[in-house]
């Protein structure tokens, strides 16, 4: 709740403008405060973060691309489901994970690495 409290109150405050749009590089002005749930190694957090449009309608959120999150995991936590997932099956690894109140099902976990293993890396 603490570390929730803190990271949301950090994310809320908008980015120093202007902010440009990561598919089309023109200028995005703040659409909303959007929540979205994330997965760190303390478990599950929802963060009130700015979204942001650009003329194109394309929408970001650069507080995510800060963070350098994986779609709505931390990098350490997308690290984390790519060592389980070589060290054990998937099924294994994915009830490895919900012990670290880390929940990822056994087809997501399958897909998100075979995603994620070109860009992290993970010492086999
Ligand atoms: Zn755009």
Avoid: N
């Avoid at 909303?32 to 194109?56: H, M, N």
């Avoid at 990098?75 to 690894?93: G, K, P, T, W």
């Amino acid at each position: 709740m603490f570390l929730e409290m803190c990271v949301s109150q950090q994310a809320g405050e908008k980015v120093s403008e202007p902010v440009s749009c990561p598919e089309c590089h023109t200028a995005c002005s703040a659409l909303r405060l959007q929540q979205k749930d994330f997965s760190t190694l303390c478990g599950e957090i929802g963060i009130c973060r700015w979204v942001y449009q650009c003329e194109q309608g394309h929408r970001s959120a650069p507080w995510d691309l800060e963070q350098e999150l994986l779609d709505r995991y931390t990098r350490r936590v997308a690290e984390m489901m790519c060592r389980l997932a070589i060290q054990l099956d998937f099924r294994e690894a994915a009830d490895e994970l919900l012990r670290q109140s880390i929940e990822a099902s056994h087809t997501t976990l399958h897909q998100k690495v075979s995603e994620w293993s070109a860009d992290l890396d993970v010492p086999e």
